[in-house]
């Protein structure tokens, strides 16, 4: 049985003071969540620290946004794993599109972060995906075929989430028609060694339309952008029927 994980990914959101007023609305809402369901939240680095002492005690998980290569060194503006896994963080996010589009992110990269997240014993949940114009003209497939292949080099299978985020469904309302991302989801599993690492769809995922995705039978849970940022909203998605 693959595990279902949901993500929130909370980007460049969220003050310390806002995100401990985001748990006090949203933590209650997880009695109902059936518990093999992996909740995880992913603020920005400078919220991790309080969020973890926050969550202590409760059934969710915390991840950072990013993670660089090396266990330290002359990187200014960068975090190291250890720093991370200090603080109670279990999960990361690699290589996601906006990382990959505004700073420079390659697959060589997105794999030196891939390695050291795994040599460090945190969980890494590695972005995929396709623009617009890539997709117009039939290249979804071997764009994220490419992705895989460079980006998972020497990386280990059993501790790995796979998210699938099409570039032009994210913050734009335009959601992959869900039996598509489940098309999608199962070409790039088809792609893996092992058949039990949960791939995530992440793309304008909504309140209305989470009990969609995840009828389909590929998908294994969602990463969350804007509709993780009201509590009530992803407690929604979280709690999907
Ligand atoms: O990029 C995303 C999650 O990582 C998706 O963002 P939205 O849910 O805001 O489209």
């Known amino acids: 049985m693959r595990k279902i994980v949901i993500a929130g990914n909370w980007k460049m959101f969220k003050t310390q003071a806002e995100s401990a007023e985001f748990l006090s609305g949203f933590l209650p809402h997880l ?3 059936p518990s093999q369901r992996e909740v995880i939240l992913c603020p920005p680095f400078t919220d991790l620290s309080l969020i973890s ?20 060194g002359a990187y200014t503006g960068e975090i190291a794993a250890p720093m991370l896994l200090e603080i109670g ?3 990361v996010i690699i290589g996601h599109s906006e990382r990959r589009q505004f700073f420079g992110e390659t697959d060589a990269t997105v ?8 040599k460090y014993g945190l969980v890494p949940i590695l972005c995929v995906g396709e623009t617009k114009q890539q997709r117009d003209a039939g290249e979804t497939e071997s764009i994220i075929s490419t992705q895989l292949k460079k980006d998972l080099v ?7 989430i ?4 099409p570039i032009w469904a994210i913050g734009t309302g335009d959601t992959c028609e869900s039996k598509e991302a489940n ?6 599993r088809s792609q893996l060694t092992n058949p039990l690492v949960p791939i995530q769809y992440g793309g304008s995922v909504k309140p209305n339309n ?5 009828e389909q039978p590929e998908i294994d849970g969602a990463l969350v952008g804007g509709a993780s940022l009201e509590p009530d909203s992803f407690a929604r998605i979280v709690n999907y029927q």
């Open 111 to 118: 794999n030196l972060r891939l390695k050291a997240a795994q």
């Open 162 to 165: 796979i998210a699938y985020e």
């Open 210 to 214: 989470i009990d969609e995705i995840m």
């Open 53 to 72: 002492k926050s969550l202590h005690g409760s059934r969710v998980n915390l991840g950072a946004q990013n993670v660089h290569w090396e266990e330290n």
């Open 183 to 188: 098309r999608v989801i199962g070409l790039i």
């Open 31 to 33: 009695e109902e969540t």
């Open 89 to 91: 963080v279990r999960y």
């Open 154 to 160: 020497d990386i280990d299978q059993a501790n790995l």
